[in-house]
């Protein structure tokens, strides 16, 4: 681990080694619920135009930190990148989600897929560097990936969807193909994952966000498998160090053992997860990060409080022997009309009352 | 149980009684994948025309279990009955989903909130009669409703959400509010399905839609304690026989042992579950309905009967005494793309492959 950070928290209980108190980020904390990203947002014009400005990107990744006491940062990005740079031609209509004008439907194209040249997503490992540059020793910086899976579901799809149903057609009745496209974005996303370490991402996050759809059985097969090989695939720091490795999936309760046995450091849950009833399943030795339901930040202060605590005491109620391997987060991404204040609530909330947990001897 | 039905399987394995075959039906088994169906919409002009009406309500809930050998027809209806004659007013724009034109947002909407008159929902007890008349003894009727928690989620968003921020915040925030709208919605739910026991449905399930979305803890406090609630206050048949009842928790894997204790006859599941690994967590007695992914019909034919067997074996892997208590099903209501000719397969399947799970001696 680079010891030249003020603030190493975040990477020790990623590695579940003792810390002085539980460190907190949040998911898509760079985003719309800030003034300040909305202000940068106007000026780059569009979302892509916003992601694949280094300077823009830096900018918006710095807002939340400097805003509020987070553990981490994490690159301001999007996870269509990679099917991106495959030829798929993402694009964002105004007041709609993402949208690949070229989806992978048909046999034909499935065969013209292939593991895009880094060089075309060289912007992103810009935006990794350059906000390294801008952190200095603050804070360590997270990369980010799709899963192989989730990317699949888009490539597919050719935008979200509400059942998966062409996606999950070609699962069922031609699942030649989708494995092809699951082992191209394998690739991808190892290689993808590896340039961000090498332009220096001190973790990287694999967001499995549609993970959670598929049946048993079908999440084995399409997307634990996957995610697997992109871990698998994953290098070490220019220095040595281990590059921390968190899986998220949403959705992913029915499968916490077998998630646990990925090979990464850092399992993340949402908050239909007991955390205490988790930590056993994912195994000793694996930190959790999670869970607070997004939603909790429309209530009040005394509230994020009490939900902080219980969050807290849910995860320390383990029986296991050590109380380190927590990274507080939210169960999913942070909802734009989230009150900016609140946030300052929970963050502040989550390091005051986690130190009494911290400060007892070590059994 | 009422002995003069000519297909009692349905009604025996939701007991956990000894059956021949497994049965079958499917959740939203009348519906827009059946051109029938939409024959039948198109001449009650609306949605709504439909369902409020007992002789088109009849013709719909007939349609499938004429054109498959289903072993369960149930009640053509909606879940939004009951706020509607709560008076929110519940309308459907074309190409939408449900809204209701005066949600319930304030202390003062639910201040006003109360049990409706059942009279209000005469058309939907006069479908149940009829549709009991239509079916004559050939099979068992299942009358419905939503759950308190799923009704007051579109009672408090006013229609469908992504991220069900208005109810969660009412309860983080005012947790107060939502307590006295899931108390009113229990004892209109109970009353609402009593009335569809008194009109003769012989089974009865409750939708809880929308119960995976909550957190852990507010799923126990706000969907469970309501569920258990509707349950402790439903009756029996006219003639002393218990009324089956089924409880449906789409993403409710997390907390099936705590599902299992609420007094159901059946538990059931959508398709991230593991039936064979569900079974010993709702305990013994406890029937499981599901779980097939509805996408799975998008298979061709092989597919469809492999996925079948698979989830039959998957079932009856479960280390337990015995091989009763499978009701098949989706995981979810059935596509309206689905192609109507895959659900015969799907059917014969299900009939065809449990034979031999039930010819073998019983331990």
């Not at 590695?15 to 947002?41: C, I, N």
């Not at 935008?159 to 191209?184: C, E, F, N, Q, W």
């Not at 070490?236 to 281990?242: E, F, L, P, Q, T």
């Amino acid at each position: 681990m680079p010891s030249s950070l003020q603030n190493d928290t975040f990477l020790r209980a990623c590695l579940s080694q003792p810390v002085p108190f539980t460190p907190v980020w949040l998911m898509r904390q760079a985003g719309r619920y800030l003034p300040e990203y909305r202000a940068t947002r106007a000026r780059a014009g569009s979302f892509m135009g916003l992601a694949t400005n280094p300077d823009f990107a830096t900018e918006v990744t710095l807002q939340p930190v400097d805003r509020y006491a987070l553990d981490a940062a994490i690159l301001f990005s999007d996870i269509l990148t990679v099917p991106d740079a495959m030829g798929l031609r993402l694009g964002f209509a105004e007041g709609e989600g993402p949208r690949f004008e070229r989806p992978v439907r048909d046999e034909a194209a499935v065969a013209k897929l292939a593991v895009p040249d880094m060089a075309k997503l060289r912007y992103v490992f810009d935006a990794v560097a350059s906000i390294r540059r801008a952190l200095a020793s603050r804070l360590p910086l997270i990369g980010f990936s799709g899963s192989p899976w989730t990317l699949a579901c888009y490539m597919v799809e050719g935008a979200g969807s509400d059942d998966y149903r062409l996606v999950k057609t070609m699962l069922y009745a031609r699942p030649d193909l989708l494995h092809r496209i699951l082992a191209v974005n394998a690739e991808a996303v190892a290689l993808y994952l590896n340039a961000q370490i090498d332009a220096g991402a001190q973790a990287v996050m694999i967001f499995d966000s549609w993970g959670g759809v598929l049946a048993d059985g079908a999440f084995q097969a399409f997307s634990l498998a996957y995610t697997e090989r992109v871990l698998r695939g994953l290098k070490r720091d220019a220095d040595g160090h281990r590059v921390p490795h968190i899986v998220f999936t949403k959705g992913g309760g029915p499968w916490l053992e077998a998630i646990g046995k990925l090979g990464a450091d850092v399992v993340g849950v949402d908050w239909t997860v007991n955390l205490g009833q988790a930590r056993p399943r994912v195994g000793d030795g694996i930190a959790l990060q999670g869970n607070l339901d997004p939603n909790v930040l429309f209530a009040g202060p005394a509230i994020i409080r009490g939900e902080v605590a219980a969050s807290l005491a849910s995860f320390h109620a383990a029986p296991l022997s050590t109380r380190n391997g927590h990274v507080f987060n939210l169960g999913h991404g942070i909802s734009q009309h989230t009150p900016p204040e609140h946030v300052s609530v929970l963050v502040d909330a989550v390091h005051e009352l986690s130190r009494p947990y911290h400060v007892l001897p070590q059994a």
